[in-house]
Each structure stands twice: as C-alpha cells, then as structure tokens.
C-alpha cells in the first residue's frame, strides 16, 4: 500500500488529519468546498475558522477542485459530516485509482437509509478496500501535536494493521481491527451519550451523576451496538469507551456542549457541528426497533425534540423501576 494521502473536508477534524500527517512526512493534500476559506489557509498556514491558534504543517498542500484532489491518491480520507459522506463519496468515485482505499472518519449514522459510515463507503466503492478510523481524537489536541491513540477498522484485519502502519505516528498510535461495525457504532452513539452527558454538566448535577450517567450510557451503547453485530471487545475499546469517557468529560467535546447549553437553558443557535443531535433519533429508532431498553438515548431524543424538558427528563429516569445492573439483560 502507498501513502499518497487525500483528505476531503477541511473542518476542525479534516484539517487536524492532514496537519498530523503532513507534519510526519506524509504527502497530503487537503480539500475544502470553500475556495475562500482553503486560499486563506495557504495563504496564512492556518485554519482560524475551525482550530483557532493552531500553525498547521508547512508541507501541507490545499486543492479545491474535487477531481485534482483524488487524482492518484493511494489513501482518500473522508472527513465532512456524517450526513454529507455519502454525496461526497459519490462524486469521486469516477476519478479515484483503482487501488486507492477508503476510510471514513466521521461519526454518525446515515439518516436517509440508516447505514453507518463503514456501510456507506462498502455501498459506493464496492470495489475498494474501506475502513473506518475512530477514538478519542479532538481535533484541536492533534492539530496541536498533542499524542492520542485511534482505532482502524476494516473488514481485513490485514488491511487495517498496513493502514495503521502508514497513519501512526510520534503523535497517532493506529491500533487495527476487523470489526468496522463495532468501530463505526461505537464512535456514533457515544456522541448522544455525549449530550447527555453536557446536559447534567450544564444543569450542574454534579460529578457523581456524570460518572453514573457515563456508565449506564456505556450500557446502552453497548446494548445497542452489540444487538447490531458488534464485537464487544470493539465496544471496550479506543471507539467505544475511550470515546465516550472524552467526550462525556469535556466541553471542548461539542455534543458535550451541545448538552451543556440545554443544561443551562441557552441558546442552541450557532452552536458548533454537534453529530449526537441526528444520531438520537436514529439511536431511539433503532433500540425501540429491537426492543431495547435505552432510557438515556429515548430521553435526549424526546429533549432534542421538545417533547419534555429537562426537569421532567431526570425525574423519569430517576424514577424508572429497579432492575439488575446487567448490560445485557434488557
Ligand atoms: N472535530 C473533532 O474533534 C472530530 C470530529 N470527528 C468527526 O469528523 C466529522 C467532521 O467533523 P469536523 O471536521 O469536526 O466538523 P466541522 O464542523 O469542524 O467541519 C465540517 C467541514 O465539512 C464541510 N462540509 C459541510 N458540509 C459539506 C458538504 N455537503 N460537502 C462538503 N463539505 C462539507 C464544512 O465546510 P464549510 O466550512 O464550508 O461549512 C467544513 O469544512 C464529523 O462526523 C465528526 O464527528 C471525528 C473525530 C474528531
Ligand atoms: O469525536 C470527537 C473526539 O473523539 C469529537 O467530539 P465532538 O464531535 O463532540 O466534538
């Protein structure tokens, strides 16, 4: 595998991406759809808009026509949002070489035909290898140099150890799996979990019921995913629990925020990309689908959709049966 490097999405985690490769040798050109924005980022080496007060790689070259961006690319990493991976995948695909692979590294859910990520891109390029990347990774923590650890996934674990070797760095350690589903789900819906979280913050509920609600909501997580085809191993892992334990902990997490801002009764306009908002829905769809029982995920959906308020949301789930502490049982 060669690592000719493409990333497509020059946002907070897209820019971060590239910085951190290019910054390690790597060969990487950067596309965004705003032509401003990407000739100011030439211009200045930086990205104010989305990781304010961070010098990105000198090496790193930008382009904005799609078509030139993926020409020759070995790698494509794709990073807009999750509900746009799709549409930007399809462009592609009659420019991409044959041998170039695919990995996602948005977390969500598709909301048009309820695919993950992983399930997207094996749709689009039946014909490549796909993989997913995921774990917890801020993008300001690795544009800044700073060192975290994430986990690729692709249906072969082969593919996901080469593609780990070509990604890791002093600053990114790639561990690989075979489980792209787990990898996928895990970095999904630990962002709902992540609102919720930002909700008892903002609502001052204090740590003991931020520890509490992290660990019932890796529960759900866990229910969810697992009835879903995942590895619990996967779950236990850099997607899964180092994910939500990030982003259930800090408000530079923006679902986190997302939470807090509800917690406090502000204003959600202008508030940052914050994935866990569509993911809820589907979330709750799918456990109630499946007959699951996912009392935090139903509770942010219903908050999300002004169905309840918060007050009434904690005294429901407080109020809810006793039952054992079993992940599994329902
Ligand atoms: N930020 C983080 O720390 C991390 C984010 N992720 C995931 O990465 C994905 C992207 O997030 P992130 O970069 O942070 O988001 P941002 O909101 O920072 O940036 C989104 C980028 O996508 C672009 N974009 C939006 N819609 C489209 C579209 N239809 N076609 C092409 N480009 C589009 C935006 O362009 P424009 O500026 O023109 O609107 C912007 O450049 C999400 O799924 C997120 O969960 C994963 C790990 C870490
Ligand atoms: O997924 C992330 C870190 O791993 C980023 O979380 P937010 O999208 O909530 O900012």
Redesign the pocket.
Known sequence: MSDKITVL??????T?LASNQAANGKSVTLW???AA?LSLMRDTGRND??LSGIQLAETLNYEHDLQEAVRGADIILM????Q?LA??AEKIVPHIRSSAVIIS????IDQTTGETMGQVLHRIFPNHQVATL?GP????DVAGNLPTAVTIAADETETALSLCAILSNKNLRCYASNDQLGVDYG?ALK?VLAIAAGIVHGRALGASALAALTTRGFAELQRIALALGAQSETLNGLSGFGDLVLTCGSEKS?NFAYGAAIGRGSDLANM??A?GVKTARIAADIARENNIDAPLIFAVNELLSGSINVDTAIAQLMARPLKSESITRR
């Open positions: 999405g020059s946002g907070a985690w897209g971060a965004g759809r705003d924005q808009k989305y990073v807009t949002p999750a746009t549409a930007t590294c948005a977390k969500g995921s990774s801020f993008a300001i970095g962002n923006r940052k990309l994935e």
